[in-house]
């Protein structure tokens, strides 16, 4: 089955600066790449998102690249805020398919 | 438009209950998936249902189980409870099962003495 490793497991960065986490996964059939942001005490909430036929993706100040051939996909997180401050969650499937794997999640501090 | 809801939000059980949670996805939404999440293995998929029928199942043993009713909200329920399973279940709703984008609910934290 489909294997998501996430890394770091914490970042801490200054506000203004970019983050960037990163994810590899296993099994070459997963064409669907979520990310998720997780506040404390609410369930995760989806930030972006992006398929196996595009290579980036991007939404403001968020962005996520997919490398289909290495099985990598990366989060950027410009300008950061502290209120970006928060855990994220990447995850893979397969499209249609909702066996979702997720990573184990990389801890965001934004300082002010 | 609503999001998904979630009841109840906390619970404590003892070992050897069981217990069930309830989900509402949002309106029109004719997937819901359930999730366990805990510091230590982190975000597990238990189950999906699409119109009343469970369509994949995760790693769990048979004592989790669930079921969706024709309006789409859906329950689980997890038998003789052990103390690992203290987490937070996390229930998400999609569209169809051709939309890939979920949203999740609050969870609801489950605590096992």
């Known amino acids: 089955g489909e294997n998501v490793e996430q890394h770091p497991s914490t970042l801490s960065v200054q506000e203004g600066d970019s983050a960037v986490i990163k994810c590899t996964y296993s099994?070459?059939?997963?064409?669907?790449f979520p990310w998720y942001k997780q506040e404390l005490g609410k369930g995760p909430q989806l930030i972006i998102d992006?398929?196996?036929?595009?290579g980036e993706k991007k939404d403001q100040r968020i962005a996520v690249t997919l490398n289909k051939t290495a099985k990598h996909f990366s989060l950027h997180i410009t300008e950061t805020q502290p209120e970006d401050s928060a855990v994220y969650f990447c995850?893979?499937?397969?499209?249609?398919?909702?066996?979702?794997?997720f990573g184990a999640g990389t801890r965001l501090t934004v300082k002010p | 438009k609503a999001g998904v809801t979630q009841t109840p939000r906390y619970l404590i059980k003892t070992r050897g209950q069981q217990v069930t949670l309830s989900c509402s996805p949002i309106s029109g939404h004719r997937s819901v998936s359930w999730y366990q999440q805990t510091p230590g293995q982190g975000l597990q998929f238990l189950f999906e249902?699409?119109?009343?029928?469970?369509?994949n199942k995760g790693n769990f043993p048979g004592r989790f189980s669930g079921r969706q009713f024709s309006n789409s909200r859906s329950e689980m329920n997890v038998s003789t409870l052990e103390l690992g399973d203290s987490a937070l279940y996390l229930c998400?709703?999609?569209?169809?099962?051709?939309?890939?984008?979920?949203?999740f609910g609050p969870g609801t934290r489950l605590t096992v003495l």
């Open positions: 249902y699409f119109s009343e029928t469970q369509r």
């Open positions: 099994d070459s059939a997963s064409n669907y």
């Open positions: 995850a893979a499937t397969t499209y249609n398919n909702n066996d979702m794997r």
């Open positions: 998400a709703s999609r569209g169809d099962l051709y939309y890939n984008e979920q949203f």
């Open positions: 992006i398929r196996s036929n595009v």
